[in-house]
């Protein structure tokens, strides 16, 4: 009887699947402690499960999933996974939101900025060429940063920046409302954005809209000596406009932490310029602990027959 008692249990209790190449027990163990009550499986030869919890899956992965009730993206970006063409149409797709992420974007974008306000690379030239060359005083808010892309990301970082005494203007697809920040949305305010940035970075989701966004033409429309920082997808740079850029030190230093094809390939031109600093797309990681906790949370939401926040908009791309 209690065998009997106990497969039942097993049969109609929820199923997750953790399906990613890291930390895939971590998500596992972290998931249990957060339900329970559901059966977590990992892998991709698991049952048909009520919700995923994915990244980079494999690409047959809907054909065995075939009821799912909704699925979740370990990631902020969901670019790879609408590009997967089984996805199921009406299958809510729910991203990351935040998760400790914003804090990691704000350290990566204070570190850039406070290089490049205090003229470091510049000093470094210095000590290499042996002269003694200080710099007239610079203050903070004579230092002009645009944040492309104000969501749960880049609207941290355009806050702290501007929190920091920078003088931050943001940039996103509707009109947006920041303390301390000045925002311009929509692609006619973008130019009068680029125009007056010392620095500019990118926390834009990869779509049709973004795809290509930083090109020759709105490079050229940077001071000159400017910085560059891509933390959101390499796809919204174009990587020769990109490097003309820099050669004609239009922008003076790159940060590059994402890439079109990613691990970059070897001999790409980035790895050796000696002005672009590079990062294997860690601005900011998903740490499972604190995201488990979001997911788990949804999941008894979507249970009840909530709404979530986080799902995509299929039609925006993000
Ligand atoms: P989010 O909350 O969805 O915010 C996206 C922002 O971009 C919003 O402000 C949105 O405008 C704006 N935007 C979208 N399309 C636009 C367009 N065509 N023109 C102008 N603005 C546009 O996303 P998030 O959580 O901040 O994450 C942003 C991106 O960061 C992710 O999509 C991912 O690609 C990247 N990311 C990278 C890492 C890394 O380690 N490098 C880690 C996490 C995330 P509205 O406010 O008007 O909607
Ligand atoms: C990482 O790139 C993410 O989208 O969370």
Redesign the pocket.
Do not use: C, F, Q
């Given at each position: 009887m209690a065998v009997v008692f106990i497969r039942l249990a097993l049969q109609f209790a929820m199923k997750i699947l953790v399906c990613t190449a890291k930390e895939q027990e971590g998500w596992r163990a972290a998931l249990a402690d957060q339900l329970p009550e559901a059966n977590i499986y990992v892998g991709h030869d698991a049952p048909s499960c009520d919700y995923a919890v994915v990244w980079k899956p494999p690409d047959n992965i809907f054909d065995s999933q075939r009821s799912l009730k909704a699925l979740f993206s370990l990631?902020?970006?969901?670019?790879r996974l609408l590009a997967y063409p089984s996805l199921p149409q009406d299958l809510p797709l729910v991203?990351m939101?935040?998760c400790g992420?914003a804090a990691q974007?704000v350290e990566y974008a204070l570190y850039v900025a406070l290089r490049h306000y205090r003229r470091m690379p510049f000093y470094e030239q210095a000590q290499l060429n042996g002269h003694w060359s200080p710099q007239p005083l610079r203050l903070r808010s004579e230092f002009h940063i645009s944040v492309?892309?104000?969501?749960?990301?880049?609207?941290s970082v355009a806050r702290a920046l501007a929190d920091f005494g920078f003088t931050v203007s943001g940039?996103?697809?509707?009109p947006?409302s920041l303390p301390g920040v000045r925002c311009g949305?929509?692609?006619s305010e973008l130019e009068a954005i680029l125009s007056g940035s010392h620095a500019v970075f990118l926390?834009?989701?990869?779509?049709s809209?973004?795809a290509g966004l930083i090109n020759r033409r709105r490079l050229e429309q940077l001071p000159i000596g400017s910085v560059v920082a891509n933390?959101?997808?390499g796809e919204v740079v174009d990587d020769g406009a990109l490097l003309s850029a820099l050669d004609g030190w239009r922008v003076a230093e790159a940060h590059l932490?994402?890439f079109e094809h990613e691990p970059l390939a070897p001999g790409h031109p980035y790895w050796t310029h000696p002005r672009v600093s590079l990062t294997p797309?860690?601005?900011?990681?998903t740490p499972y602990q604190v995201a488990a906790g979001q997911v788990a949370e949804k999941i008894r939401r979507l249970q009840a027959g909530d709404k979530v926040s986080g799902v995509v908009d299929r039609a925006?791309g993000?």
């Open positions: 990631g902020a970006g969901v670019n991203r939101e935040d992420m974007m492309l892309g104000l969501g749960v990301l880049g609207g940039w996103s697809r509707s947006k949305h929509g692609i926390l834009l989701p990869l779509t809209e973004t933390l959101s997808r932490d994402v797309h860690i601005a900011a990681l925006r993000y």
